[in-house]
């Protein structure tokens, strides 16, 4: 199983945007990860504006945290890790500024 939390500005993507991220996201893992990889589990938290700063400025950044299967290499992570962000990107008009795109190891447990 894949797990998805996403942290997004409100405002920075839409409700209407949601089941499609999330579907790209999944032919993503499939590709990428394989099917053994699992079903793609994924949740959402917006962040209310003016409870999300950068440098002192109303934040426009979202955070992609993904949970994914023991086993996969370097390799295999650094691609699934760009193909989300491009993903994320392509979907949303955000930047790779603007995204932050994480991915951890079932077992580990920080």
């Known amino acids: ?13 839409t409700d209407e945007s949601r089941a499609r991220i ?5 032919a993503v ?5 394989g099917m053994e990889a699992g079903p ?3 949740s959402w938290t917006v962040i209310r ?10 934040s426009t950044t979202s955070l992609v945290r993904s949970r994914i299967p023991d086993g996969y290499g370097s390799d295999v992570r650094a691609r699934f ?13 955000a930047t790779q500024d603007e995204v932050i795109v994480s991915a951890r190891d079932w077992s580990w447990a920080g």
């Open 22 to 26: 999330v579907a790209d996201i999944e």
């Open 29 to 33: 893992c499939a590709e990428v990860l």
């Open 1 to 13: 199983m894949v797990v998805f939390e996403f942290f997004v500005q409100e405002g920075c993507v």
């Open 49 to 58: 504006k003016g409870f999300g700063f950068r440098g002192g400025e109303p």
């Open 81 to 93: 890790l760009q193909a989300i962000a491009e993903t994320w990107c392509n979907l949303t008009g």
């Open 40 to 42: 793609v589990s994924a």
